[in-house]
């Protein structure tokens, strides 16, 4: 797992080029804005409408990136985001959102 010093910026913007991971993202995000405290692989599948195997490709590089965790639940593998990663990705983006570009 990724702690809060080793997020990499390059990784993290690199993983959200895809639509399919910001997909799983939005349903992550969602999930836990419902009480849930993540998502099966077979729940991010149906909700992203892709199957189990790029499921588990896309879950992969989030979690390289530091977007996203992975525990085990009972026999499923529950993901959900890592709030962290995300802000620090926006931190970086906010200079460039004052008007002087």
Avoid: C, Y
Wanted: charged share 20%; no cysteine; net charge negative.
């Amino acid at each position: 797992m990724t702690t809060e010093e080793e997020i990499d910026l390059g990784k993290v913007f690199a993983a959200l080029t895809h639509d399919d991971r910001r997909a799983i993202l939005h349903l992550l995000r969602r999930a836990h804005e419902n009480g849930q405290p993540g998502l099966s692989i077979t729940q991010i599948a149906v909700g992203a409408e892709i199957s189990r195997f790029g499921a588990s490709h896309h879950l992969g590089v989030l979690r390289v990136a530091g977007l996203i965790r992975t525990v085990p639940e009972n026999r499923a593998q529950i993901s959900s985001i890592v709030p962290h990663a995300v802000v620090e990705a926006i931190d970086w983006l906010i200079p460039f959102t004052d008007g002087t570009i």
